[in-house]
Nanobody
Framework: QVELVESGGGLVQTGGSLRLSCAAS????????MGWSRQAPGKDRETVAV????????YYKDSVKGRFIISRDGAQNTVHLQMNGLKPEDTAVYYC??????WGQGTQVTVSS
């Protein structure tokens, strides 16, 4: 069983930065992408960023391009999300995932205006 533990959420003012991190408790032995999604109150969960196992390929939701950077340490099975230029609409619970099989419990990000 793999557990994902997120950290780094919090309260920040508009324009501020936060760095989210997610560590997997063990290696799966298989190759999986890792990513971040978010869910705001009353809204569906949406994918924010994804990074391939090698780190050579990334995907970003249009609204975060140029502001968020996803990175990973394959050897440590960790993934990070550097969030810059935060906006109130970025407020949500952020979840990391390993492939489509394992999800973290979520970390709250709140951006005040």
């Amino acid at each position: 069983q793999v557990e994902l533990v997120e950290s780094g959420g919090g309260l920040v003012q508009t324009g501020g930065s936060l760095r989210l991190s997610c560590a997997a408790s063990s290696h799966t032995g298989d190759i999986y992408s890792m990513g971040w999604s978010r869910q705001a109150p009353g809204k569906d969960r949406e994918t924010v960023a994804v990074i391939s196992w090698s780190g050579g390929s990334t995907y970003y939701k249009d609204s975060v391009k140029g502001r968020f950077i996803i990175s990973r340490d394959g050897a440590q099975n960790t993934v990070h999300l550097q969030m810059n230029g935060l906006k109130p609409e970025d407020t949500a619970v952020y979840y990391c995932n390993l492939g489509d099989y394992w999800w973290g419990q979520g970390t709250q990000v709140t951006v005040s205006s």
